[in-house]
């Protein structure tokens, strides 16, 4: 077994675990609002960052691309307008794609 199997199998393990760790939290933890509150914006704070990082790098290096940014930037209005998830990533799509063919990138 390489050392790459062996990471992935750890990693599934962790994940694993920790799923198995959040389910059996007792609920008089998670009665009290300040952890409540705590857990409905963690995950909404690593997507956000997942998706500045994603939107301007590229490798290791800072690519602040126009057409991703423009894709970004319709994203966000579709957003503002309370379209539905599905219209937000085909509208950023069909922008970045549409500047990229245009040559804009």
Do not use: N
């Amino acid at each position: 077994m390489t050392g790459t199997w062996i990471a992935v199998l750890v990693t599934a393990a962790g994940c694993y675990a920790l799923k198995l760790a959040g389910l059996t939290v007792p609920p008089r933890l998670l009665a009290s609002p300040r952890v409540r509150r705590f857990a409905e914006l963690v995950p909404v704070a690593l997507l956000a960052a997942l998706a500045a990082v994603q939107s301007a790098t590229s490798g290791h290096a800072l690519d602040l691309d126009p057409a991703r940014l423009a894709g970004m930037g319709t994203a966000l209005a579709a957003l503002i307008l309370r379209a539905p998830f599905l219209v937000v990533i085909l509208a950023a799509a069909a922008t970045a794609a549409v500047l990229r063919a245009a040559g804009v990138a």
